[in-house]
Structures are given as C-alpha cells and as structure tokens.
C-alpha cells in the first residue's frame, strides 16, 4: 500500500526501492504489486499516468487527506465523483478499484457505513480497507453478493446461454432484457463468487 501517489514518478520510485528488495530476498523481479493511495487533487489529474505504472495492482481515494487538499467535508456527496473517476481509470487500465464514498474516519457508526459500501459496490468498487475491526464485517457483507444475488446471476447466464442456441442474441428473464453485457455481469459475479456448480 503506497499512500500520496501524486504522480506516476512516486511509483518509480517505489518500483526501484521494491526491486532492490526482490533482488536481496531472490524474489521474481516485479512480484511485488502496490496499491496506490490517491490523496490530493495532483494526485486525481494525473490519474490516467498512474494507471500505466507496471507495478500498480489497484487504487484508493484517501478520503480524510482527499478531502483536507480539496477543503471540502469528506461525505457521500463529496467524494462521490472522486471516488467514481478512480474507479473509472482503474478499469480502464485493468487495475482493481478499492474504496467507498465517505469517511473512513468515523468507524462507531456501521449503519452509514453499510450504505455507502452498498454504494462503492454499485459504482464498481472490489472492496475497501479498514481502521478497525468492527469494519471487517460490514465490508465483507457488502462487498459480496447475497445468495438470491448468486442465483439470479446464474439464471440470467443460463437463460441466456439458451438464447444463444436458439440463434437470439436477447432473451426475455423475468420481465428483463438480458443480452450480451447483462449476461458478462452476471457471468463475472459467478467467477468472482459462485461455486463450480453454479458456474
């Protein structure tokens, strides 16, 4: 985890810092991936340029430091569009988008919590980090989908899939539409966190 990434060159640093450290420990050169920690305004303007660093596996708004370089209270409706241009340029660059939408800071209040990591999941965001423990369940509920989630992800594929056979590429589930996007959502909720039987 690598925090105030402000620019591509941080990370190039970093990179010949944890190179040095493969060499002496007869580690692969370039095993070592980093998260980055986007904390200032530099930072969010360079993003595109930080998404092509090698080592960049996945990055994070900081959200308390964020908010102090902005000058702007770190709520939902705040960081809402920071969050969504991280998340945005970590797809674009095949990186994995951590994180939600409001302060880390206040962790006794779980119920705000759970909602906007509802949210950070509907934006496209993997999973977040925490500052306390009491966190890790919250994140872990709302990062993961819900049975009846898992079982509609697969009915969509398998509704679709039969589709195909029959030469169409939508098909109608349940008073949905379902081609080819809604069927790759689907099929990727299952990848990520179905069984082999429900794949």
């Known amino acids: 985890m690598a925090p105030k990434i ?13 190179a040095t450290m493969e060499t002496r420990a007869e580690l692969p050169i370039g095993g070592i991936g980093v998260i980055g920690q986007i904390e200032d305004l530099d930072g969010l303007a360079a993003l595109d340029e930080i998404c092509r660093s090698p080592r960049l596996i996945g990055l994070s708004l900081g959200s308390e430091d964020f908010s102090r370089a902005a000058r702007m209270r770190p709520t939902v409706q705040t960081l ?15 990186l994995t988008p951590f994180g939600f939408p409001g302060s880390i ?7 705000s919590m759970s909602v906007m990591v ?11 980090f925490c ?8 994140l ?3 990062f993961s989908p819900r049975p009846e989630a898992l079982a509609d992800a697969a009915r969509i594929v398998a509704a679709y899939e039969q589709g195909l056979v029959q030469g169409r ?10 081609d080819a996007p809604v069927a790759a959502r689907a099929r990727a909720i299952l990848q990520c966190f179905g069984t082999s039987e429900t794949i």
């Open 140 to 142: 872990n509920r709302g």
């Open 80 to 94: 809402y569009h920071p969050n969504q241009l991280v998340a945005f340029a970590c797809r674009r660059y095949g």
């Open 6 to 18: 402000g620019s591509c060159a941080d990370l190039q640093r970093l990179a010949a810092v944890a």
């Open 131 to 138: 500052i306390h423990p009491k966190q890790v369940a919250v």
């Open 169 to 178: 590429g939508a098909v109608q589930l349940e008073g949905r539409m379902i």
């Open 118 to 128: 509802a949210l950070a999941a509907d934006l496209g965001f993997a999973g977040a």
């Open 105 to 111: 800071a206040d962790y006794s209040d779980l119920d």
